[in-house]
């Protein structure tokens, strides 16, 4: 069983900057995808940013540019450097971590971000 600890979150200006963290402990085999959701009040999650084993990584418009995903070199932690932080980017971020080796799927308990003033 893999867990996920999300770490980085909290209250920011505009402008400014995070990084959010995902510990993974657990096997989670040779071939996966990695990455962050959000969910803001009233609104679906959906995705910010993927990164695969393979290396390929995937950004939601709205945060391209912005924002870069990147996992330590064992793939056990996942990061989240969020720059140009706007209003629209508050929401509660979780972790993901999809195991294609094992057929599993693990999410993270959410971190909140607030971008305010």
């Known amino acids: 069983q893999v867990q996920l600890v999300e770490s980085g979150g909290g209250l920011v200006q505009p402008g400014g900057s995070l990084r959010l963290s995902c510990a993974a402990s657990?096997?989670?085999?040779?071939?996966?995808?990695m990455g962050w959701y959000r969910q803001a009040p009233g609104k679906q999650r959906e995705l910010v940013a993927a990164v695969t084993s393979g290396g390929s990584t995937n950004y939601a418009d709205s945060v391209k540019g912005r924002f870069t995903i990147s996992p330590d070199n064992a793939a056990t932690t996942v990061y989240l450097q969020m720059n140009s932080l706007k209003p629209e980017d508050t929401a509660l971020y979780y972790c993901?971590?999809?195991?294609?080796?094992?057929?599993?799927?693990?999410w993270g308990q959410g971190t909140q971000v607030t971008v305010s003033s």
């Open positions: 657990g096997r989670i085999g040779s071939t996966y995808a």
């Open positions: 993901n971590v999809r195991s294609i080796t094992w057929s599993k799927n693990y």
